[in-house]
Nanobody, 121 residues
Framework: QVQLVESGGGLVQPGGSLRLSCAAS????????MGWYRQAPGKQRELVAV???????NYADSVKGRFTITRDNAKNTVYLQMNSPKPEDTDVYYC???????????????WGKGTQVTVSS
């Protein structure tokens, strides 16, 4: 059974730093695009950052220059380094793994259960 397990969330002061991790199991990690999303109560889930299987990255405008997404295929883990977080970055952060198979024209999409990040002094 596919599992994505996030860790590293918690309370951080504005201007500090925090690193989120997401460990994946039961998938061929290296072929998946990996992403971090976040969601506040009553709001839609939004993309924070994504890293493709080839290592290309994309970020939400609100986090560009502050957050960095990386992956370690040997450890089946994706990271989100959060530098200079702001109070508005407070959310539940979710890990996502996505893959589209040309062979069977099917999408494979998995989510973690989320980790709370609170930015406050």
């Amino acid at each position: 059974q596919v599992q994505l397990v996030e860790s590293g969330g918690g309370l951080v002061q504005p201007g500090g730093s925090l690193r989120l991790s997401c460990a994946a199991s039961e998938i061929i990690f290296s072929i998946y695009n990996m992403g971090w999303y976040r969601q506040a109560p009553g709001k839609q889930r939004e993309l924070v950052a994504v890293i493709t299987s080839g290592g290309s990255t994309n970020y939400a405008d609100s986090v560009k220059g502050r957050f960095t997404i990386t992956r370690d295929n040997a450890k089946n883990t994706v990271y989100l380094q959060m530098n200079s977080p702001k109070p508005e970055d407070t959310d539940v952060y979710y890990c996502n793994a996505g893959y589209y198979s040309d062979y069977d024209e099917a999408s494979y999409d998995y989510w973690g259960k989320g980790t709370q990040v609170t930015v406050s002094s």
